[in-house]
């Protein structure tokens, strides 16, 4: 059982847009900012998104994010088949003093 | 280039011991913090513990603490994982992860598998 929930699966047609959300509490998303990760098939994970909305240098546009409460989202627009891979949001934990993921979510591009 | 690469993963009995590394270099290894992320297989994401830059301070998450070890040496550019008592549910691929300020993870390395059978 993750601290943070996500869906394990979303689903999307090409050129699609979709959205993960990753629901987390005030000890967590409610307070710390929130980090997405992107795990294509027997690779490691690649830092997608951080603090909630930025996107590191390499990054395409397509991917957004948005923090509200304690939730957060993450958009892909022009859903790609190369977009196929797992998806996990984290953040710092301030009540278990750690830092916490989702259980991921995997998108398949249809 | 930012560069991390884990080694010392492999197959252990249940009770024993291993100790992980973490060889780093592209960056200046004493100014950040570093951590392990593990994932077992076929599973999600789990951290496991994290060391500041000085290596003053740990964090461990609670299925390894008082088990698992992190250190680094700063003088070598390493990070370590020493891990004591292994369960079968410590089977996993581990991760070295390099923060950045404020940004957890902003760079993995390729992953080291730790197999420990009952």
């Known amino acids: 059982q993750s601290v943070l929930t996500q869906p394990p699966s979303v689903a999307g047609t090409p050129g699609q847009r979709v959205t993960i959300v990753c629901s987390g509490s005030?000890?967590?998303?409610?307070?710390?900012?929130v980090n997405w990760y992107q795990q294509l098939p027997g690779t490691a994970p690649k830092l997608l998104i951080y603090s909630n909305n930025q996107r590191p240098s390499g990054v395409p546009d397509r991917f957004s994010g948005s923090r509200s409460g304690t939730s957060a989202s993450l958009a892909i627009s022009g859903l790609q088949s190369e977009d196929e891979a797992a998806y996990y949001c984290s953040a710092w934990d301030d009540s278990l003093n750690g830092q916490v993921f989702g259980g991921g979510t995997k998108l398949t591009v249809l | 280039e930012v560069r991390l690469v884990e080694f010392g993963g492999g197959l252990v009995q249940a009770g024993g011991s291993l100790r992980l590394s973490c060889a780093v270099s592209g960056f200046r290894f004493d100014n950040y913090a570093m951590a392990w992320v593990r994932q077992a297989p076929g599973k999600g994401l789990e951290w496991v513990s994290a060391?500041?830059?000085?290596?003053?301070?740990?964090h461990y998450a609670d299925s390894v603490n008082g088990r698992f070890t992190i250190a680094r040496d700063n003088s070598r550019n390493v990070l370590y994982l020493q891990m004591n008592s292994l369960r079968a549910e410590d089977t996993a691929t581990y991760y070295c992860v390099k923060d950045d300020l404020t940004v957890f993870a902003v760079a993995w390395g390729q992953g080291t598998l730790v197999t420990v059978s009952s």
């Open positions: 060391i500041i830059g000085s290596g003053a301070r740990t």
């Open positions: 005030r000890s967590n998303i409610g307070i710390r900012p």
